[in-house]
């Protein structure tokens, strides 16, 4: 599966990201698969992971959409 974003063509995007859909409270690991100007298209890489059981959930909540590995 992959998914195409509309970016703001400034902000840098690392290759390895990390999603979060905040509907579900899940995270997925993902790969830029390309970049063309604003649009990138996203192949996700992983399995979706409750945000809950990540290491240092109770610490923190998750809220960034993307973050760099």
Same mark, same amino acid.
């Given at each position: 599966?992959s998914?195409?974003?509309?970016?703001?063509?400034?902000?840098?995007?690392?290759?390895?990201?990390?999603?979060?859909?905040?509907?579900?409270?899940?995270?997925?690991?993902?790969? +830029?698969?390309?970049?063309?100007?604003?649009? =990138? &298209? @996203?192949?996700? $890489?992983?399995?979706? +992971?409750?945000?809950?059981?990540?290491?240092? =959930? &109770? @610490?923190?909540? $998750?809220?960034?959409?993307?973050?760099?590995?």
């Open positions: 599966m998914i195409l974003l509309d970016l703001d063509p400034a902000i840098p995007l690392p290759k390895d990201i990390s999603l979060l859909d905040k509907k579900t409270n899940k995270i997925i690991d993902a790969r +830029v698969a390309w970049r063309d100007g604003n649009k =990138a &298209g @996203i192949q996700f $890489v992983g399995k979706k +992971v409750d945000v809950d059981r990540l290491p240092g =959930a &109770g @610490i923190k909540r $998750v809220s960034i959409l993307a973050t760099h590995r």
